[in-house]
Nanobody, 114 residues
């Protein structure tokens, strides 16, 4: 299983970004998928998840600002990040939910700063 991420970058507060996670295997079809983030000095946390049926859940800190979605045709999971705040600065990862230890995406830096 290989998860390949794209997107991310540096934006000003209030800006938007979209992250993508392409699954070359079958994880996407069999498991819920999640987006996680890890800020410097903090534990990695799950911020959004989407089930096989398409049900979504969000951490309180991002609900209403982030949207997780999936494209079944391309085995890709997306995370739309809107109204970004400096505290959203972190490396973002995709994986199944619950995560598999050996299946993390390569990570994508999101930096929010004026």
């Amino acid at each position: 299983v290989q998860l390949v991420q794209s997107g991310g970058g540096l934006v000003q507060p209030g800006g938007s970004l979209r992250l993508s996670c392409a699954d070359s295997g079958f994880m996407f079809r069999l498991h819920a998928m999640g987006w996680y983030r890890q800020a410097p000095g903090k534990y990695r946390e799950l911020v959004a998840s989407i089930s096989v049926s398409g049900r979504t859940t969000y951490a309180d800190s991002v609900r209403g600002r982030f949207t997780i979605s999936r494209d079944v045709a391309t085995n890709t999971v997306y995370l739309q990040l809107n109204n970004l705040k400096p505290e959203d600065t972190a490396v973002y990862y995709c994986n199944a939910d619950p995560a598999f230890d050996d299946s993390w995406g390569q990570g994508t830096q999101v930096s929010v700063s004026s």
